[in-house]
């Protein structure tokens, strides 16, 4: 797959992504219960100590890393491929973590936190096939 | 002739071959260069997060640290009538009794996994009307929040307050219900008079409230929390044994009682 292609795919992603924290994000301030699905922990998780960073909701923290890799994969060149792939790999350790604590502190499973996790890995798979591949000696992505 | 021109064009090829190969060695060290900064700081940011978040994990309400869900809370019960242990409107078809300690790890789940979506959907559109009978069989823990709980019945503003309960609850008789941790859930409460209520939950009408709230209990035959009764407005409650402490068998039971009333 060209690396085109897989910048289009994280772009979904990310796109995906900002729709799921966007939702959460809306839920936290309008003082809302997440629709749930099937797992009924949303709210569970949601009002938990973990929901929040510094006072922050994960959520907002969410959208924003979300952002921020959508704008990182618009621009070309080794910083902004090394830029977007550490922060995916920091939001995807600790969405690890948050699930961790989802299962073992809290005891209850959140579906769309569980998305996000997902998603976030499948942004990680993405994003090292992307940086193992790309032209260090040169100005961009090899092709594969 | 022929054979220098073909020494020069195999030493131009090994040179060529030495750069490429000079060129590839440079672009994999640069390679791994880059990959170590952004794992090294993935390292750093990812360490760094977790420790802050295990820390506000810890620093709940229960440690003095941060409340659980006041907000949320507040938003929930905004608007719907409360008169002493009675939530929703008088005329309701439909009625719900719960028998609940505040220290007790399956009433909380009831109280954060189910109870939101009921109040949403059945109290607040005042169809169904929920009472909450406090046992304190727990521990010391159970009667300091259950007196406080009568007091807030007092004012009408119970139900703010067992929610809060719940969603910062503690490990059970591990003494985490202070008179501070209390005052804190009372400070959170819309519209309450705190003092007031710090006043009336060490008066005997509190301690009333709770035994006369065993009694009930006794009367009903309930052993175990939570219990919970239901049934028409206008007729006998029976006991409910809900299939999950979630909304949904709460949900089909209203639904049912509801297609009867009409």
């Keep these: 797959m060209s690396d085109r292609a ?4 994280s772009q979904v992603l990310c796109a995906a992504g900002i729709g799921i924290s966007g939702y959460l994000t809306y839920v936290h301030y309008a003082g809302l219960q997440p629709v749930c699905g099937i797992s009924h922990g949303c709210e569970t998780v949601q009002t938990s100590a973990y929901a929040t960073l510094l006072g922050i909701p994960v959520a907002m923290l969410g959208v924003i890393t979300y952002v921020v890799i959508l704008i990182s994969l618009r621009l070309r060149g080794e910083r902004p491929l090394l ?9 995807f350790a600790f969405s690890v973590y ?6 073992f502190t809290i005891h209850a499973i959140c579906s769309w936190c569980v998305s996000s996790a997902i998603v976030f890995t499948l942004l990680a798979i993405v994003g090292s096939r992307r940086v193992l591949h790309f032209n260090y000696a040169g100005a961009g ?4 | 002739m022929t054979s220098r021109q073909g020494r020069k064009a195999a030493a131009r090829e090994a040179r060529l071959a030495q750069e490429a190969e000079a060129l590839s060695a440079a672009a994999a060290r640069r ?3 880059a990959l170590g900064g952004v794992l090294a700081a993935v390292i750093v940011v990812v360490a760094a997060t977790v420790a802050i978040s295990s820390a506000g994990g810890r620093a709940n309400a229960v440690s003095g640290g941060r409340l659980n869900g006041a907000a949320f809370s507040a938003s929930l019960f905004a608007g719907i009538p409360q008169h002493g242990t009675i939530l929703g409107k008088a005329n309701a078809p439909v009625r719900l009794i719960e028998f609940a300690d505040l220290q007790c790890p399956y009433c909380d789940e009831y109280s954060v996994q189910a109870l939101p979506a009921l109040v949403r959907d059945y109290v607040r559109t005042g169809k169904v009307s929920m009472q909450f009978e406090n046992l304190s069989f727990i521990g010391p823990g159970s009667v300091a929040a259950g007196r406080v709980a009568a007091a807030a019945a007092q004012q009408h503003r119970l139900w703010n307050f067992i929610d809060l309960m719940y969603l910062n609850q503690g490990e059970e008789n591990s003494g985490y219900v202070t008179p501070s941790y209390l005052r804190r859930l009372l400070d959170a409460v819309p519209g309450l008079n705190v003092p007031a209520a710090l006043r009336a939950s060490a008066a005997p009408s509190a301690a009333a409230a709770l035994t006369q709230a065993n009694t009930v209990a006794t009367q009903d035959g309930v052993d175990a929390t939570p219990s919970f009764l239901i049934g028409k407005a206008k ?6 044994q809900p299939s999950s402490l979630t909304s949904a068998p709460f949900a089909a039971a209203f639904n049912a009682l509801l297609r009867d009333s009409r």
């Design chain 1, 83 to 91: 830029t977007s792939y550490a922060l995916t790999l920091i939001a």
């Design chain 2, 31 to 33: 390679r791994q260069r």
């Design chain 1, 98 to 103: 948050l699930t961790y604590r989802e299962l």
């Design chain 1, 6 to 9: 897989l910048r289009g795919v």
């Design chain 2, 235 to 240: 007729g006998p409650l029976r006991p409910f």
């Design chain 1, 141 to 144: 992505a090899a092709p594969a």
